[in-house]
């Protein structure tokens, strides 16, 4: 309580008129700024607004023109009917989806492509949605109306009987045929998992683990039965390491940007800030784990990235075996290019999701469609092959899930050594966010 109101009323009113004077010098500057900001902000309304109208007249012409094609044809073939129809949503939903779909993280070569490639994206997760719901034979049906000679297709295990046969005895013919199309796989393959992953260490771990999983799912897909010296020389230190060294010297001499999984932005800001950054979480969460400065944080997203990973290929393997087509068929080819193009954005949404302290809490869309059309895709592979998949023991899949864990660990373990060696010091390895190629020490200044 105040002892005098008259003194404690002076005072509030010293306040409010302070208060005042602030208000009204900060309207002044505006004012003196020539309004900039009520002019940035009438032109922002009037941008809005023309957008608005924009989007009303694509989908009135949409509109008209869906009206036009569908009253005005010849309706007698069925057949047709529904071969038009599927057609004309599909090309309704993606030009409705260039209207809200995200731009997605890249610029070049438009940001259309990109919201293509999330719409195609997002249209193969609803159909292999779709497919839970099947039994393999209508699956099959599926496959034999979308192309017919898959009938008379044979599987790799359909021909050769005896995998890994002789393994001490090597001899220029066993050498001679293991050169086949999963060797120029491995190497174009690589290439590309470079490019997109950007980084020595992680490939060396994806490499390694995926060589590990083929030893745990041999009683489900047979020819996964490999001799150590093809899977030693030829796979890991052969066509995959000189994939890996080809695809990160395309990295270098496109000046594309390295990708540093172990570490998070430099984001130029006071020491009080990066103080209060360590000791709070991304807007007031209750859990400190969640914040993107926190390395348990870290080491799960990288866990998720080598999963799915794995899961890309092995998925591969898993639906040609239950559905019985080769991988020379055309349904494996799409499906490879399909999901190393939605990659690309997927896995540049990720890495920036990881290292920025900035960025929202939820992940990206392209990065939670991706994760889901894969996980569909070994729901759909567990339900067709439930009967195969009891060849295997439970204890090699909680095995295989455990060397899982410890890859992902002693990847992040790795990078963060090569940090340390490349610095010469100790200290958290965290990079300027204006210049990738800046590495600077920030653990003891804080």
Not at 338 to 359: C, F, N, Q
Request: glycine share 4%.
């Amino acid at each position: 309580m105040c002892p005098k109101r008259s003194f404690c009323s002076k005072i509030r009113n010293f306040q409010n008129n302070h208060m005042q004077v602030y208000k009204n010098a900060g309207n002044t500057k505006r004012y003196l700024n020539g309004g900039a900001d009520h002019h940035l902000s009438l032109r922002n309304d009037d941008s809005s607004q023309n957008r608005q109208i924009n989007r009303l007249t694509v989908i009135f012409i949409i509109l008209m023109t869906v009206v036009f094609l569908a009253v005005g044809r010849d309706e007698s073939n069925k057949e047709a009917n529904l071969i038009n129809g599927a057609k004309c949503a599909t090309i309704f939903y993606f030009l409705l989806g260039l209207l809200i779909f995200p731009q997605g993280p890249f610029e070049r070569p438009h940001p259309i492509v990109w919201q293509i490639v999330f719409g195609a994206s997002l249209l193969y997760m609803l159909f292999i949605a779709y497919l839970t719901f099947l039994r393999i034979d209508q699956i099959r049906t599926i496959m034999f109306w979308i192309d017919p000679d898959v009938k008379y297709t044979k599987r790799e295990i359909d021909v050769i009987e005896e995998y890994a046969v002789n393994c001490s005895n090597v001899t220029k013919e066993q050498l001679y045929s293991v050169l086949n199309i999963y060797a120029v796989g491995h190497f174009f393959g690589w290439i590309a998992k470079a490019l997109l992953l950007r980084s020595y260490v992680v490939c060396w771990s994806i490499s390694i683990l995926w060589e590990l999983t083929e030893l745990f799912f041999t009683d489900i897909i047979p020819n996964f039965r490999e001799c150590w010296w093809d899977q030693i020389l030829v796979d890991i230190l052969g066509f995959n390491a000189l994939g890996i060294w080809v695809g990160m010297k395309l990295c270098k001499y496109l000046e594309l940007r390295k990708y540093r999984w172990e570490s998070v932005k430099n984001i130029q800001m006071g020491k009080l800030q990066r103080i209060m950054i360590k000791f709070t979480t991304l807007r007031g969460s209750s859990k400190s784990w969640l914040s993107m400065s926190s390395s348990t944080r870290r080491t799960f997203y990288l866990f998720i990235l080598i999963v799915f990973s794995i899961l890309v290929e092995l998925n591969v393997f898993f639906l040609k075996h239950f559905l019985r087509f080769p991988v020379s068929h055309p349904f494996c080819l799409i499906r490879i290019i399909m999901h190393l193009v939605v990659g690309a954005p997927a896995i540049r949404e990720l890495y920036l999701h990881m290292t920025d302290i900035t960025s929202a809490q939820q992940l990206p869309p392209q990065v939670l469609v991706f994760i889901t059309t894969l996980s569909l895709e070994t729901i759909v592979s567990i339900k067709i092959g439930a009967e195969e998949f009891t060849r295997t023991q439970s204890l090699k899949i909680i095995s295989w899930l455990l060397v899982m864990v410890i890859t992902t660990l002693a990847c992040l373990s790795g990078l963060v050594f090569i940090c340390k060696l490349q610095r010469g010091k100790k200290g958290k390895c965290v990079y300027d966010s204006t210049d990738d190629s800046c590495w600077e020490e920030v653990g003891k200044s804080e």
